[in-house]
């Protein structure tokens, strides 16, 4: 056995706070949380998030993060650190990748956001990032739900692809339970037999979620529908759906990209795309409707 | 063998115009199109359609009609003939509820829409409806498409709840290929492992077919949800994604309907909705984004 | 109007035999039922449905005839109207086929199954059909399904790709409701995320179907898989989940056929498969499975 | 940052071994593999694997276990770390719940199987087990799946309710990269619309896989159908459709069960499907088809 790792005991059951009917994520446990990131406030007004899919190297992630930064993005993504279906394919630069992000987060003064897929990484993960997502694929992981319920770092909590609402609801309430009450929920499309788009973008997900809890809620259109010409008319979508912000993917020359190659925006579309976002945020917002329209 | 009717003969191919590469239903096929119902252009501003799920009753459906005209709908809509999961539901009042629903359609000068599920019923209904609907559970039924192809009348053609884009598209194109050019689609969610809502409503599918076809398309958020008070976000969310309007069931006293009782909104919740999907039009034709952010 | 077809009147709401707790469908309404075409008793034993996707011409049909009765069919199956995805597709034979497949149940001595898609069409299908077949996509063809409920013809109700087991049972109570009892189902696949084959064989339907009602159960492997090499794998499968037989795509020459070319067996690939299942069966039944290995 | 972990660096992509169009999974890569444990050869014959969803005391365990092996499971299952949608449900007795597995192997010689749901659990559940399982919910957890490849304990690979045949491949082949040959993939069930199962059991895939991979493929009815009623046929279907074996909960008591515990056999209906599934497989054998009916 390991010398210095101990055998992780039976996990105790944890008591429901007030009876399973008022769960910590449900929206009568809590007022609206918003989660502060920097001087970011995610879950007022809209958040968007923009970068790679992954960092590759120096000058792409540097170059990417400042576009993104001229074009208003509030928060910087990239992966280091990445699942991909194939062992053949490119797995991220690791360790490097997260240093690469993280020097383009303070030259562009951008907080980064970056997935953990091991629990053994968040120590050093925490260092780097401010935000620590768990994609869709790891969503169903618990032990690493649990881990980052004991970090002093907020989570993006991608919806699973094959999650009911449900079930994403219950695992924030596992990081909840655990202590970390910063979470934001992050649609990104289910599976269904549609192969036009990659995935389902469920907005009605958007909706029910704002109505159901107290989180801030984001949408990713890119994953969403795997496809640049989608991307602008489902951001819109979703921002009148309710959500507070968006996930997009950026890149500096799409077609270079090593991974989900056809589905990043370049910084120019993605200008255009945050310019036509906000405005639609402040007519909402006029309109007494930054709620996305729920009475 | 019946005398009055022929056996139908073997049904010939129909050649594509012009390959398949080029088919009727194509944006490049054709300018973006237009139905005229009445004074309604469908495919141009916003155009929202109400009614009841079933004409039930002459003061049912003469106060509704009134409510959702006084609230600013364009056309009305009242099942007669309701295909039914079980047999020993209400099956709607056959031509009685024709009748009833040219009455309304007459007092209150809307046009109106109503499904047809026979070929068989078709000379009749074309005499008391001003536009045929196609319902989602028979979008397969190719005897129908065919028949309302020969038609005089506009068709406004659900989505199949297990229907890709493409199968949906290619429905229309029956349509079209028989020579009638008036067809509008509407989305009303596709069948999906989530149990939240009745359906997920698919408005990725929306934003394709925009970008597929020169077909008006429209959105229903009653059957896309099942739930009031997810339908103004998803409207709001429909509009943006790029909809060409709304089919929303509205009913004077939803808790007494016969049938889909629990989703449908009362006068006064359609009131607020069409009033804020009509702000939401003029802010997007303001921003040159009637074609809700499309290139 | 049409003077020699009446206006249908409303379709009164039929009274639930004995309370929705004990529809005509459900097992314990009835014993099992047998459902008789010939000499064939469908739901005794084992029932194997073959033949080809479409009449294509007399020699294909005839040639197929003779293959599939000297490897052991019990029917006959072959489309004359055939509902496609494309109206640029082969869309059948129409009468036409339907002569020839009668003339291949003459010259064979076997009965014949056909697709009817249309209620126009019953009465001379009826004529020339032993078994009316509704197919997947007209499962929720409510006009179709009263009608065939009206006939003295058994009928054969495939799943519909997008169905329940709870919708398919009260399709079928349909059909019961109007007066025809000789109703038999038939599972070919649900639509799924899956891709590598062209649907998604629920075998645990046809388990479910036979411990909820007193109908027979068939499966079609060939629609099912969507791939000759896995055709032979299900249909036993689906003997062992408790089938009472099975529908399978044969053709002359497969690479030859005008539809679902990649999927039909060949007359050899049908004898091996007829041999083999029947050999299943009999060992079923000598270990007193014969009803699926249900308590 | 924690002393005694370094932090990882870049995963280095893996060279295909000879291309991406011979991958290590591939049945052209391999003949077909046997994975031994103990003296039971997974991949001959038929491997039942038995057992309670979660070891939940003493008495439970061993009394289960006992009931198993009497009744011919050829390995023993028990859940020590149980991943369940709520923080607020049993989540498994941990290392205790191990210990206690270990101790029922021992004392009805049966070799155990347990779920690992953590990498750094690693180091003793390979200690107190024989075979590792990764469950559905884990089947995308990257860093398990990895590690696990560097063990040298057998992986039974559950498909997750939201994977293609593909993906499910491609999982195993990230654990035959890393060097670890002996993977029994394992069937459970895919999400669906259908209610009326737990999921659906995708035979189909046993099927498949049984042709593209050289690995062994067993089912499991239980999760696959959750409900007891319908483990009897789909097992047997499973062995029909190819399968290489079955994994099946089995409880002293189901009533009393802390988790599932509306889906377990008594013991007295294990006896009786392990009894029957026996007869089957030699009479699959004597007809040659051990290979489940594959040309």
Not at 233 to 255: D, K, N, Y
Request: proline share 6%; charged share 25%; aromatic share 4%.
């Amino acid at each position: 056995m390991s010398p210095e790792v101990e055998p992780r005991e039976s996990t105790p059951v944890v008591t429901p706070p007030r009876g399973r009917t008022a769960r910590l994520v449900d929206r009568s446990s809590h007022p609206a949380t918003v989660v502060r990131v920097g001087d970011v406030a995610v879950g007022e007004g809209c958040c968007i998030i923009a970068g790679p899919c992954s960092v590759e190297s120096e000058a792409q992630i540097l170059e990417t993060a400042a576009a993104v930064k001229a074009a208003g993005a509030d928060l910087l993504r990239g992966g280091a650190f990445k699942p991909r279906t194939s062992p053949y394919d490119f797995q991220g630069l690791g360790l490097e990748g997260l240093k690469l992000l993280r020097q383009a987060g303070r030259e562009t003064g951008l907080p980064v956001v970056t997935e953990v897929v091991d629990p053994r990484d968040l120590t050093w993960v925490c260092e780097y990032a401010d935000v620590l997502q768990i994609g869709a694929r790891n969503m169903q992981n618990f032990s690493l739900r649990k881990e980052v319920g004991r970090c002093r770092k907020p989570v993006l909590l991608k919806r699973g692809m094959h999650s009911t609402l449900e079930e994403w609801l219950l695992c924030a309430e596992y990081v909840l339970a655990e202590g970390n009450g910063d979470v934001i929920l992050c649609e990104r499309g289910i599976r269904t037999f549609e192969r036009y788009t990659r995935n389902t973008l469920d907005l009605s997900a958007v909706a029910a979620a704002r109505e159901r809890t107290h989180l801030p809620v984001l949408v990713d259109p890119t994953h969403g529908t795997g496809r640049p010409s989608l991307i602008l008319p489902m951001s819109l979508a979703g921002i009148a759906a309710g959500a507070h912000g968006l996930l997009v993917e950026v890149h500096r020359r799409p077609e270079e990209a090593l991974s989900d190659a056809d589905q990043a925006l370049t910084p120019a579309q993605f200008a255009e795309l945050a310019a036509r976002v906000r405005a639609l945020v402040s007519y909402m917002e006029e309109q007494g409707s930054a709620e996305g329209g729920r009475p």
